[in-house]
């Protein structure tokens, strides 16, 4: 596999709003980040690897109903392309998915999915905790969900200010402009499990040294799977 680098823009921004946070993301390899094959991120090749490793284990059956949101159109593909889903799409603005949605009050009923795949959404909407109990909420008895943020090695306490509204200040706080907070890990999984879920870290103790290398992925990578 060969990979690009992640766009020159974020460092730039980084330093010109003055981002103390640039790089020292758990995942988001600065080096490897996009696959020149597919356009994959390298959190989506994660998530492939472990779909790929579910479905031999059989966590998986034909049938399965799965929602996936803000869908990444590499990953996406590979969804569709597994068989084993009802695979839908939801966005809030997003053009060509299969349903419009805000987090925060999503158009399902009750345990509606047995799988959901949902990535750097959290960190854009208003109220995080919301969107956590919907997503419990739509996600049937048994069934499990990707559920990834960006989150900062070290980093003491997620950083959450809402007063600040205008780009500078996001740019500086959480080194992007649509973020409304930045993720320390501890604050994560707490508020992950406080609404129900049970929470799995997957990291390289799980899928060893050469997948890590082999996908271009930072030693520091977790993959967090809920389940219900
Ligand atoms: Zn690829």
């Known amino acids: 596999?060969?990979?690009?680098?992640?766009?020159?823009?974020?460092?730039?921004?980084?330093?010109?709003?003055?981002?103390?946070?640039?790089?020292?993301?758990?995942?988001?390899?600065?080096?490897?980040?996009?696959?020149?094959?597919?356009?994959?991120?390298?959190?989506?090749?994660?998530?492939?690897?472990?779909?790929?490793?579910?479905?031999?284990?059989?966590?998986?059956?034909?049938?399965?109903?799965?929602?996936?949101?803000?869908?990444?159109?590499?990953?996406?593909?590979?969804?569709?392309?597994?068989?084993?889903?009802?695979?839908?799409?939801?966005?809030?603005?997003?053009?060509?998915?299969?349903?419009?949605?805000?987090?925060?009050d999503l158009p399902f009923e009750d345990q509606r999915f047995d799988f959901f795949v949902c990535s750097h959404v959290l960190e854009h909407v208003p109220n995080d905790d919301q969107a956590i109990k919907e997503l419990y909420r739509i996600t049937r008895c048994g069934g499990c969900g990707i559920l990834m943020a960006p989150i900062v090695v070290g980093l003491a306490k997620t950083v959450e200010n809402p007063g600040a509204t205008n780009e500078a200040d996001r740019w500086r706080l959480y080194g992007q402009n649509d973020h409304v907070r930045l993720y320390a890990h501890n604050d994560y999984t707490n508020k992950i499990r406080s609404h129900g879920f049970h929470l799995e870290e997957l990291g390289v103790q799980h899928f060893g040294e050469e997948a890590f290398h082999r996908l271009g992925l930072k030693r520091t990578s977790i993959l967090y799977v809920v389940s219900k």
């Open 1 to 104: 596999m060969s990979f690009a680098p992640l766009p020159a823009f974020y460092e730039k921004n980084a330093r010109r709003y003055g981002h103390a946070h640039h790089g020292k993301w758990e995942m988001t390899p600065i080096e490897t980040y996009t696959c020149t094959n597919c356009g994959a991120s390298d959190r989506e090749r994660l998530y492939a690897l472990w779909m790929d490793q579910e479905i031999e284990k059989g966590r998986f059956s034909p049938g399965m109903s799965a929602i996936h949101f803000a869908p990444e159109a590499p990953l996406s593909r590979k969804l569709s392309r597994f068989g084993l889903f009802d695979y839908k799409t939801a966005d809030l603005w997003m053009r060509g998915v299969d349903f419009k949605a805000d987090m925060m």
